[in-house]
């Protein structure tokens, strides 16, 4: 079983509608949860983390934790062409002491204007 | 402005040759990491440390070596032992020290075996 474990995708939305990524983790202890976003060809950029049960909002973007189901996931309102990426999910397993961001695969997200 | 700087952007290595992937950061992180990504892949951990002079293996570190003499500085080497080179290499640093600390990358280097 992966440590962190993503839908390739793609994803496919239309320019408005909400994305809705999900990721799952294998480590019950793991801490922290983070969202990256990944355009072809650059580094990823963070976009998101959350360290608590429930929901967690920034802008268009909302993070969804619940740690019993060892899920995670990344809602994108009124998503945009621009959107148009590789989301990435990082967990931080308690079986490395914490010191380890381990990463999803990633998945890729289409927004079709 | 702060932030992490690898170079070179690009770089191209003949077969069985050493190159030295540079990685510096101005944040004041005490972590930082490796990671290696091949195309449509995540992210794979090479190398990271917590503090200066000390590192530790991640989950792909044969064939590569590292450093951390300096707060700021965590060079990656990819050997000749390293079989199959050709990828997109990122480094990254994080405050450190615990779990709820985010971690930000550099701009990355891509390395290819001519």
């Known amino acids: 079983q992966k440590e962190v474990e993503q839908n390739s995708g793609p994803l496919s939305v239309p320019e408005g509608a909400i994305a809705s990524l999900n990721c799952t983790y294998s480590?019950?202890?793991?801490?922290?949860f983070f969202w990256y976003r990944q355009y072809s060809g650059k580094s990823p950029e963070l976009i998101m983390f959350?360290?608590?049960?429930g929901d967690k909002e920034d802008g268009r973007f909302t993070a969804q934790l619940n740690k019993a189901s060892q899920y995670v996931s990344l809602l994108i309102r009124d998503s945009q062409p621009s959107d148009s990426a590789t989301y990435l999910c990082a967990v931080t397993p308690l079986n490395t002491g914490f010191q380890k961001l381990v990463f999803g695969t990633g998945t890729r997200l289409l927004v079709s204007p | 402005d702060g932030g992490i700087t690898q170079s070179p952007k690009y770089l191209f290595r003949k077969e069985g040759q050493n190159v030295t992937l540079s990685c510096e950061q101005n944040?004041?992180?005490?972590?930082m990491y490796w990671y290696r990504q091949d195309p449509g892949q995540g992210l794979r951990l090479i190398y990271y440390?917590?503090?200066?002079?000390?590192?530790q293996k991640g989950d792909i570190a044969e064939g590569y070596s590292v450093s951390r003499e300096k707060k700021e500085s965590f060079p990656l080497t990819v050997t000749s032992a390293q079989k199959n080179p050709t990828a997109f290499y990122l480094c990254?640093?994080?405050?450190?020290?615990?779990?709820?600390?985010?971690?930000?990358f550099g701009q990355g280097t891509r390395l290819t075996v001519v």
């Open positions: 440390s917590q503090i200066v002079n000390d590192f």
């Open positions: 944040l004041n992180h005490d972590a």
């Open positions: 990254a640093s994080s405050i450190g020290g615990t779990a709820n600390t985010e971690a930000f």
């Open positions: 959350i360290y608590s049960n």
């Open positions: 480590d019950r202890g793991s801490q922290s």
